[in-house]
């Protein structure tokens, strides 16, 4: 019974509260539903290219209000990481000014001059010229270790698919025969991590909802939460035939979530 | 003896007869020397980026004229061998506008959308911009197979090493999982017939000329031509130990084949 049962809701953007730039019918009810049983909720997305405050004003827009801390960001996990692990460094970023802006937000210095950089950052760059390849290409020549926010090979924009971060990296990598030492975004472990620290609550308390199954529900099953597949996004059909990697419950959208916690603890979800 | 034994001279471009914007010093009048003792020559360039009446003007500007068959590009045999092979196609293409110069030299038809190419041509593209890369990634993405001009990681440009179409490659096959199905350039067997048939000549009777180990030695080697490495480009030391890769000469520069040519038989290279 999901109002006695769970306490966090682990809650992804793109394709379950929103898709392009249209608000997913009953998002910002369900949320505030949410809300209303006392539950605790973050928003964790893939996103590497916009920084948390960009995300805030933009769901804010949407009729969503959002702490800071309830939002949780590949730019984000990245940012934390080189932090924690590299701290002091230099970085270069192939990608559009939100990450810059995120990675900013942590102390993060940006070097003057790509070869002065040891870490370069790659995620999708919607405003990519020849020059901003060249430059990321001449930081890892001189030596900087390469990160990227996530692997996405696309995503769905307004005509249709759009080339994502895997081509970002590819240019890279076949470029200098480096590789990524790491990829930050779901489903890693790192993510899991940072949204059930924003939570502050154990994995088995938690609900993850979104709508990609190896993203979402991939990560969910791996840190032992409850996983709610929606089918308002990359995933249109029902899966079948999926154990173990089945999500505990199917819904044709997040709006689903606003009935079922307003039962309160009557119904079985 | 170079004058008597050998009657063709397959000359590449960047690196042996110009480096950057600069011509190499003594390279026009070797080839003027060439010419004088009834030499047969052929420019063969791994530039995919411009047509051949670009590269004309380019050569004509440092005091060395060519005929149009006497300049064979990766975008000249690409073309071809789409003529050849794939006669009435349609092709998209990713990189500077020289590659669709070339190509519709040959007739060759531009899709009016990539979602409508049979093929994308992919070169180095200096002016590229994210949407560039989004055409060429939907092309693909709708069934466009790929050709690719050549797959050099880098050139030198005026302040050092720049990315070149490796990045172009990676980025369009890392996004669509696709892969590259012919790579035109230099060492390729495509690229040694092409200057043979220019030159109407066998292999036995011709000498090529060129900095680089890999593209210029490589492709003579396997062709069975005499083979001259200049250290004017990338290679700029004597590569020692290299048998049997090793070139059958080693020059300075391509100034070397003036006094060579003038000997007109007289001095054995």
Same mark, same amino acid.
């Given at each position: 019974?999901?109002?006695? &049962? ?8 793109? !394709? ?78 192939? !990608? ?69 971060? %895997? ?5 890279? &990598? ?23 620290? %924003? ?20 990560? !969910? ?11 308002? !996004?990359? &995933? ?34």
């Amino acid at each position: 019974m999901i109002a006695t &049962t769970l306490d966090g809701f682990v809650i992804d953007l793109d !394709g379950t509260v929103f898709r392009g730039d249209q608000i997913i019918e009953g998002a910002p009810e369900a949320i505030a539903a949410l809300r209303e049983a006392g539950k605790r909720l973050v928003f964790l997305s893939n996103r590497g290219n916009i920084s948390r405050a960009m995300c805030q004003e933009r769901l804010s827009r949407y009729g969503i209000a959002a702490a800071m801390d309830e939002i949780v960001l590949s730019s984000t996990v990245t940012a934390r990481y080189l932090c924690k692990h590299a701290p002091g460094c230099r970085v270069w970023t192939l !990608g559009d000014p939100g990450l810059r802006e995120e990675l900013e937000s942590f102390d993060i210095v940006h070097a003057e001059q790509p070869e002065n950089a040891d870490w370069l950052v790659i995620t999708l760059h919607e405003t990519l010229t020849y020059r901003d390849l060249n430059d990321a290409f001449r930081a890892v020549r001189h030596g900087a270790r390469i990160i990227a926010t996530n692997a996405d090979r696309s995503f769905p924009g307004i005509t249709g698919d759009q080339i994502d971060v %895997a081509g970002m990296i590819g240019a890279i &990598t076949a470029s200098t025969g480096a590789e990524v030492e790491l990829v930050v975004g779901k489903p890693s472990a790192l993510m899991a991590e940072a949204a059930l620290s %924003a939570l502050g609550l154990a994995a088995n308390q938690c609900l993850v909802i979104g709508d990609s199954m190896e993203s979402d529900i991939g990560l !969910g099953k791996r840190a032992g939460m409850k996983t709610a597949l929606v089918l308002t !996004g990359s &995933t249109v059909q029902a899966p079948v035939g999926l154990w173990p990697a089945r999500p505990d419950w199917i819904w044709p959208s997040i709006a689903e979530l606003a009935s079922i916690a307003r039962d309160k603890g009557e119904r079985t979800v």
